[in-house]
């Protein structure tokens, strides 16, 4: 049985990560995500991402411990896109939802982390804990200070205190939060809301986003003005750039058809 599971409603995909009985993310199941991500990127009937994962007790905890200690090599081959097909997946330009319940730690958290918008249910409870088995939360160490305040950061992977929804939410980590049972229709709500949308433009912030996150401000609007991002060059050369415009000064809802 694949721990993944995938539907599709229209533009919006679900992935759900179902590997009993804690969701842990072992080699294998690391590859597939990163395939069945890859394959989302590269689809153009796709627009939107749904990411879950299967019952109310455990999100992910990262990575599978037992199946380390069994011989799967902490720096083995995880597949394209990296540890949970995400956090390295190059040009993913579309956007991801993470929809989060029960437990959410480590890896787990970083995964979450590599999405572009996070929803929670009341229940869903958060951590770092990497410190307590000798070894550093790599891509959490480099995320989270640059997402919420250093010193909160640097005490979440310091001391891989569990902290709540309530308080991902106050530190800005999360959209919003449900009860368990609106988790899932509140996903999908708003992935509906972004497959609505314009998909090069969202592209064209991704892109912009990603490549800007080093740069001086000026170097950063000089590139984009330059029209030297291929998404924000595809933009301004587009259809849709035209219907938005046209749509506006007719006063419709635009008709986004992603070239």
């Known amino acids: 049985m694949s721990p993944i599971r995938t539907r599709t409603e229209g533009t919006i995909l679900e ?39 299967e019952g109310d007790k455990f999100f992910c905890p990262g990575w599978d411990l037992k199946a380390a200690a069994a011989g799967d090599a902490v720096d083995g081959d995880y597949g394209v896109g990296g540890f949970g097909g ?52 790599d891509a959490a160490s480099i995320k989270l200070p640059k997402r919420i305040p250093y ?39 708003l ?20 490549e800007a996150e080093d740069m001086r401000f000026q170097d950063a609007l000089n590139r984009i003005t330059k029209r030297q991002l291929p998404t924000v060059d595809r933009l301004y050369s587009s259809e849709d750039q035209k219907e938005g415009a046209r749509a506006f000064a007719e006063g419709r809802d635009p008709v986004w058809k992603g070239r």
């Open 15 to 53: 992935v759900t990560l179902d590997r009993p009985k804690a969701n842990a993310i072992d080699l294998i199941t690391s590859r597939i995500m990163g395939e069945t991500f890859r394959a989302f990127r590269d689809d153009d009937a796709l627009r939107v991402c749904i990411l879950r994962a």
């Open 86 to 137: 995400l956090q390295e997946l190059p040009n993913l330009n579309k956007p991801v939802i993470c929809a989060v319940n029960g437990i959410c730690c480590g890896g787990g958290l970083e995964l979450a982390l590599s999405c572009d918008l996070i929803l929670a249910s009341d229940n869903a409870t958060f951590a770092l804990p990497e410190i307590r088995s000798g070894t550093v939360a």
């Open 151 to 189: 010193h909160v950061a640097m005490d979440l992977l310091l001391t891989g205190r569990w902290f709540d929804a309530e308080e991902a939410l106050r530190w800005g980590l999360l959209r919003e939060i449900t009860t368990p049972e609106e988790l899932l229709p509140k996903a999908w709500d």
């Open 191 to 210: 992935a509906r809301l972004l497959a609505s949308g314009p998909p090069l433009v969202y592209a064209a912030i991704k892109e912009v986003v990603r």
